[in-house]
């Protein structure tokens, strides 16, 4: 019933810049936070950034600090993630969750996921 939708992945060249956009349809109430997790082939889906609904307090991955940037747009129930100086590594898919605990890089700990939007950074 509750979906949770992501866009805006693409395939960039090495130092580009995307901007990922995650709608969720209907916002619960014990949804505290919200998270970007991604996963590369053959490999764990791993934590990106997570956000608070009510505060916007920001959790980051030390493999985004720096050049990730999460956000929220609680009117439009949108949440964010401005990707900058993207690199190779950088290259899975993104995946945006909600998450009845507060602020968590932990998987386990989110409820609700979205399909996943690609990214690929390659020359």
């Known amino acids: 019933q509750v979906q949770l939708v992501e866009s805006g992945g693409g395939s960039v060249q090495p130092g580009a810049s995307l901007r990922l956009s995650c709608v969720v349809s209907?916002?619960?109430?014990?949804?505290?936070?919200m998270g970007w997790f991604r996963q590369a082939p053959g490999k764990e889906r791993e934590f990106v950034a997570a956000?608070?609904?009510?505060?916007?307090?920001?959790y980051y991955a030390e493999s985004a600090e720096g050049r990730f940037t999460i956000s929220r747009d609680n009117a439009k129930n949108t949440v964010y993630l401005q990707m900058g100086s993207l690199k190779p590594e950088d290259t899975a898919v993104y995946y945006c969750a909600a998450g009845q605990n507060g602020l968590s890089g932990s998987k386990d700990l989110y409820d609700c996921w979205g399909q996943g939007t690609q990214v690929t950074v390659s020359s």
């Open positions: 209907e916002r619960t109430d014990s949804w505290l936070a």
């Open positions: 956000i608070s609904w009510s505060g916007g307090r920001r």
